[in-house]
């Protein structure tokens, strides 16, 4: 759970959310922009229409076929009014000369609007054409523009305050009129200007629905992402849990395997690997209690034996000395049941570190008071000078600790030269807390060639002594003793002479908490 | 010296141990089997049973527990394990069914002697004659502990074991000091010996084993015995 929390930018769900996420944005942002646009034209196109239909209808209906003298003026304020939507004007077919005919309210117009504002700007042939006067329209018109709706209905959008205007020109037509009196009788331009705000708040509230519909796209994106990416990583979650489980031991961990598709090969594969290695370490196991079950076989059925044999090795000698003849036999064979007894241990013992069968019985012990202990009970006291801290305390196998140093003593006491030094004291190594005891001679040292080779089995220091004294197992011993507490035995030349072994014992055992009651 | 009764399946061992043991100055009755042992046990009241724990049928660890049950042999009967496997579990075993020690085939002569007259060894006579600890009474005189008027029956060496605590009260002993002045043992010793003797003494003398108040454990050193 921890390893996933550590990692929830770069795991394989937030990657597929984040391309679920990619792809809905994207579909429903093109989606959205393209109506949009669609929409925005289609309801900017109606207003323009509608504006443009009415002004040219208006200018159909109110600019009478033959303009009457000097009517510029009033057609002019009668385009106004007619195009604001203020009155409706109608020009008599019958009479067409005639001013005014008809003035009605409309009522379909609300009072008082602002929406549309109308001039009319006099024409006059020969002159540069006006622009109305500024404040009359929502917006300036400008020459140009002018210019243009002199010759056709023009239009244009403008922002101005951030409102949007229509803003639409134009010159009526289809008139005839006194040739001679053009300057008086030319109708004249009208602008209209539209505000467009109504049709701009149906655009943004149609712009707010779009990013209302977008964002519930992504969120049902990323509901979906959720969905199914836990479709897809919980079996991906329970394979890793399996195989976390497995590497912990749990051997008999299987995965449901569901489906057809990839996920369900992987399980089953899972599944496979997982039996096969169950399988393997089951007869790994099985060897190895076969294998210990060999060793304690084996030393009990040559233990057995020499359980007589060394009980009676003293009574074989008591009653050779009372015998006739010297009873050199009888010694013989009982320093040789000795020696076999001897051997039988240590192949035995090393046995048991092959079926990994050894295990540390731990005390607290003082090393100083050991190393006195382990000289004294075989009588080296006086030839061994000792030499260390007072007080190095330390967890570790007393039996084993005993073995180890009294192989040492031993083998500088027969193959080396007094004086053999035991110095020990407190040494730390690799940052771990331990003791060190070092056993030095002053005799030849380490055998030439035999360096590396020396705590090998069965390897003899002094060939000529080889037949008659110790086992050739016990440096062996002696290491797999000290690898055992998770220590190191050391052998090296001593600088003068002599051979030196160093023993490094760590203080505490990682993990190991035992403490007898 | 002593009345010994050895229970040894292997016929060459069982003679050899015999004839070592007698030439040690003991008497020995040997027999073969676990059921065997006990009989004899039963008829002939030995000092001290050194048991093979590979046995045929009922093997040592079994008799041993029987004898501790069995008041028609007399539970505080020392027993000697002798095994030829030398495996922790069967030492440990051994030790929680109630043996007072154990030696490893082969077995000089000389040592098991040691160990046979270190096990029948009674404790001195020293300091104190009667100690009052709570309802637990230790008399030295009469090597009799009761504890709230009854009398409590310890082997020899669960006796020894408790008198060489209650001897200094609040003082921490070692458990080698322990092997050594109990069992006689020489270094190195094994430690598991005055553990689970210990777990036999407060099972008899505590009034909950599981909450020890006489005798306490000094973690990573050994046991003390506490103080009054």
Redesign the interface.
């Known amino acids: 759970m921890t390893v996933r929390a550590l990692r929830p930018l770069t795991g394989l769900r937030a990657r597929l959310a984040a391309a679920f996420l990619a792809v809905a944005l994207l579909a429903s942002v093109l989606a959205s922009g393209i109506s949009y646009v669609l929409y925005r034209r289609m309801m900017l196109d109606r207003a323009q229409d509608e504006v443009v239909a009415d002004v040219r209808e208006t200018l159909t209906f109110q600019v009478p076929r033959q303009l009457p003298p000097d009517s510029a003026n009033v057609l002019g304020d009668r385009l106004e009014l007619a195009l604001t939507g203020q009155v409706e004007i109608r020009v008599s077919e019958a009479a067409p000369a005639v001013d005014v005919l008809t003035v009605r309210a409309r009522a379909d117009e609300e009072p008082g609007g602002d929406e549309r504002r109308a001039a009319a700007v006099a024409v006059r042939p020969g002159e540069p054409v006006a622009v109305p006067e500024p404040g009359t329209l929502h917006v300036p018109v400008t020459r140009e523009f002018a210019e243009r709706a002199l010759k056709e209905t023009v239009f244009r959008r403008v922002v101005r305050d951030g409102t949007p205007y229509l803003l639409v020109g134009a010159h009526p037509t289809g008139y005839t009129t006194t040739v001679t009196e053009p300057a008086r009788t030319t109708p004249p331009m009208v602008f209209v200007s539209v505000d467009l705000s109504r049709e701009a708040d149906d655009l943004r509230l149609f712009t707010r629905a779009l990013l209302i519909a977008d964002g519930a796209a992504v969120a049902c994106a990323l509901v979906l992402a959720f969905l199914a990416t836990r479709g897809v990583l919980r079996p991906v979650r329970r394979l890793g849990a399996a195989a976390r489980a497995l590497g912990e031991g749990d051997l008999d961990t299987r995965v449901d395997v569901r489906g057809r598709d990839e996920l369900a090969d992987l399980a089953r594969t899972f599944n496979g690997t997982a039996e096969a290695l169950e399988r393997t370490v089951t007869e790994l196991r099985a060897m190895d209690a076969a294998s210990r079950r060999f060793v ?1 076989d084996v ?2 059925e040559l ?10 090795t ?2 074989l000698a ?1 009653d050779a000395a009372a015998a006739p003849g010297d009873g050199r036999a009888a010694r013989l064979v009982a320093a040789e049941t000795r020696r076999l ?1 001897v051997l039988v241990e240590h192949l ?1 013992e090393i046995s048991r570190f092959d079926a990994g ?1 050894a ?1 540390l ?1 731990l ?2 012990v003082n090393v100083a ?2 190393v006195a ?2 000289l ?2 075989r009588g080296w006291t006086g030839d061994v000078a000792v030499d260390g801290a007072a007080d190095p305390s330390v ?1 570790l196998d ?2 084993r ?2 073995v180890v140093l009294a192989n040492l003593v031993g083998n500088a006491l027969r193959h080396g030269r007094p004086p053999v030094t035991v110095r020990f004291g407190p040494a730390d190594r690799d940052g771990r807390a331990g003791v060190e005891v070092a056993v030095a001679d002053r005799g030849p040292g380490l055998p030439d060639g035999l360096h590396d080779a020396i705590f090998d089995r069965f390897v003899k220091a002094d060939a000529a002594r080889a037949a008659s004294e110790g086992s050739g197992l016990g440096l062996s011993i002696a290491k797999e003793n000290a690898v055992l507490h998770g220590g190191t035995l050391e052998a090296a030349d001593r600088p003068g002479g002599g051979a030196v072994f160093t023993l490094w014992l760590p203080a505490e055992r990682p993990g190991e908490e035992r ?3 | 010296m002593a009345k010994i009764l050895l229970v040894e399946d ?1 016929p ?6 015999e ?2 043991l007698t ?1 040690q100055g003991h008497g020995v009755t040997a027999r073969a089997t676990g059921e065997d042992g006990l009989d004899a046990l039963r008829a002939l009241h030995p000092e001290i049973a050194i048991l093979d724990v ?1 046995l045929p049928g009922i093997d040592g660890i079994e008799v041993c527990r029987r004898i501790r049950r069995d008041d028609s042999i007399g539970r505080a009967l020392p027993v000697i394990l002798l095994t ?5 579990l069967d030492v440990v075993l051994g030790l929680e069914a109630g043996a007072d020690d154990y030696v ?7 040592v098991l002697d040691a160990r046979i007259r270190a096990v029948l060894r009674r404790a001195e006579q020293s300091g104190l004659d009667r100690s009052v600890h709570g309802d637990l009474v230790i008399d030295r005189t009469s090597l009799k502990v009761t504890k709230a008027g009854t009398d409590l029956r310890l082997t020899p060496t669960e006796l020894r074991l408790l008198l060489e605590l209650a001897r200094r009260p609040g003082h921490a002993l ?3 000091h322990l092997l050594a002045a109990v069992w006689e043992h ?7 010996l005055v ?1 689970a003797c ?2 036999r003494v407060r099972a008899k003398i505590e009034d909950d084993p599981a909450d020890p108040r006489l005798i306490e ?1 000094v ?3 050994g046991y003390r015995f506490a103080a009054p």
């Open positions: 304690a030393s009990h233990r057995t034996p020499l359980t007589s044999m060394v009980a009676l003293d009574v008591e007894g035995i069968a295990a019985v005390d607290e008071e050991a202990a382990t004294d009970a967890r007393p039996r600790f005993d403490e007898s009651a | 292997d060459s061992a069982r003679v050899g141990l004839m070592a030439r590979m030829a496997r030398g495996d922790d490893v085939k082969p077995v000089e002569p000389r070692t458990r080698r020489t270094y190195p010793g094994d430690s598991r553990d210990v777990q454990t973690r990573g050193f």
